[in-house]
């Protein structure tokens, strides 16, 4: 490896490393605007000069483009070097405005640090300034053309990183332009982390615009819980709101950046809307009351029937503490649960992929990006996990082959091959890969060829479209390249942040179907919902209020006003990720922590005269009475059972005997977080012969219905934000060409879906890269209302419109 010197100080580094990260690991700050970690080197600044006093090459250079060389010696403090660099700063404040005062990127601003470090405080240029027309790009980034230095960064990312070309590079010498051809929204689902990526004022977050400098800020390093990934963002809060995530590097997740769902999906915590106020019987009491109200009520139904007619559900955005009470609490009481997913199939299918994963295959986003061959089975990741899609796209720039086998019209920045295949014709095609192939099935034959060819495989398989059994086939697909003496890897995106956690700790894969199939029959009289909002993912809208009609007690703990908060006969309002902190076992097996980023109020937006805090004083903060659901839940358990202090148990205590991987959690958690893993596969999930996902239909029962989630508008945390609101595409019916020409559909038609009282009317799109045999609806707002109670479209369910 190369030994070089900079400023006196000797260092060695790989081969091929630039002198400006070889400075970096010296703690030399070189400056630059154009060079960033993630995007490499393009030397368009020249802001990053040094002087190599020996070497190869001599005098100034750019030190983002010098590869370092043994022996080599630089220097960045040269006089000559200095005064290049000053030059160069001076060139750049030529044409920029000083808006600093009124400038978001004031305060964190790159341009800004390097002009006073540089020294430049006096303007000699008394020439007219070329300015810009700014351009409208949507609800989430602001634009403000004439601060802008032409690094490139801006376009290198857009482009070439995330793989999307509605922005680009336009014009000559100073007239060069950074925009779209005409203005719009953004297409890219990550378009803010351009916001991050500019070293200037040019784009900035148009949502928290003008709500504070970074150092107005509480700032705290935290987890996105929008999806299972569980990438690492920093979150911003003043006056008892949350205004602003950034993404916070993580060399094994998320790297440099997050998707802008992650990024703007924080609104439902300082929401207007959001219930604080403990209620029982609709009437506001104090917390102990409703707690002390709610015990008695369960303790009297469990006598009077049995403790399994009380049923517990929590989901898959709970933190780890607020499962592991959840599951004691049934232990201890007897209570049925609890449950954390909709669908008794998902739950299959989340506990099978958690029990396949061990820590032999399992794989990071980071570790994707380094894979030579790709193949995803019933993974839409765009929509599912945003920066998997970002993550594969590395891979693709490095020369992967990615294939999708999945029935819906996947769409991602990069090209792939798609095998149009139904979910339940997955899981038999991934067996065939791992055998030996007649040549008349010459496609999938060379999929399985280049899989055994690759030296860095991974497999990527979901949990929405697959089955239970399509997801253990994934795994031993995965098994048996590995034992080809290859590094092969498994990757699962899961339903929610916290769905491997909530499977790990689950002692039966069972759903929500489940819980309404025995309140409909009686069995069950009380339910207990604990931040996990019903009306967001069951299908059957109408059969679910129908069924907590019947109940005798409905105990909801949540911190969003979902349709539950009016059903509830008793309300606890809960703290959110960012009062209550966590732990998150991200889809990966990776047990990351949420730190506590406020503690807790009414927003001064909200209490005070505008943003300025109220005149008058008080003794207590309006709206911090909200608890982490965890600790609600065991002074509940608690005053059931009759055990004072039960409630003061570490919410952690115990459970080990869940899974013996999560026996060490009291020691501090590393920054890139600490696998939960086993050498070994656990329990892989049985199928059940009645299961009608398990069973092929035939062509005559219709076209297999598939519901799926949109990047904007399915997330229950994120449809509060009014930004990604305006993000939220049209709902848009989706069938394969052939089918579409059977049933005398064209694409464009409007069609009605739904029976006569509610019709739910929507645009069809007639597409070429799906499965036949299939439709596609999204899951956005409303679409319970489409009456599709089962998993099969027939023709008279879909009527155009007259």
Known sequence: MPRLTIDNRGIEVPPGTKVIAAAEQLGIHIPRFCYHPALGSVGACRVCAVKVLEGPVKGIQMSCMLEARDGMVVSTTDAEAVAFRQSVIEWLMLNHPHDCPVCDEGGHCLLQDMTVSGGHGLRRYRGKKRTHRDQFLGPLVQHEMNRCIQCYRCVRYYREFSGYDDLGVMGIGSRVYYGRFEEGVLESPFAGNLIDICPTGVYTDKPSRFKGRRWDFERTPSICIHCSLGCHMTVSVRYREVVRHEACFSPEVNGHFICDRGRYGYPYASSAERPRETMVDGKPVEGEMAIRTAAERLAAIAETYQPAAVAVAGSARCSLETLAVLARTCRETGWRGPVCFEETRTARAVSAAVGCLTASLAVSLQTITAADSVLLAGVDPVHEAPMLALALRQAFRNGADIVVADPRPVDLPFDFEHVPLTGLQIGPWLERLAGDFPDTDLPTAAIARRLREAERPVIVAGTDVLPAAGVVQAADLAAALSTTGKTAGLFYPLPGANAFGAALLADAPDGLDQVVDAIESGQVKALILVESDLWQRFPDQTRLEQALAQLELLVVMDYTASPALAAAHVFLPTATVYEAGGLFINSEGRLQQAQIAMRGGTPISQTGQGDHPPRAFRKDIPGAGTRPAWGILGDLAAAVISAPGAGDAHPLAGLAEFHPSLAALAAPLPPEGLRVLADQPGRKVALQEDDPHTQPASAEEGLELIWTDRLFGSEPLAAFAP???????????????????????????????????????????????????????????????????SNRVRRKDIRQRS
């Open 723 to 789: 930004a990604l609101q305006e993000r939220q595409e049209d709902v848009i019916l989706y069938m394969a060409r052939g089918d579409a020409e059977a049933w005398h559909l064209a694409d464009g038609d409007r069609v009605v879906i739904g029976p006569d009282a509610s019709p739910w009317e929507l645009t069809l799109r007639v597409v070429d890269n799906m499965a036949s045999g299939t439709i596609v609806l999204p899951r956005l707002p409303g679409w319970q209302r489409s009456g599709l109670k």
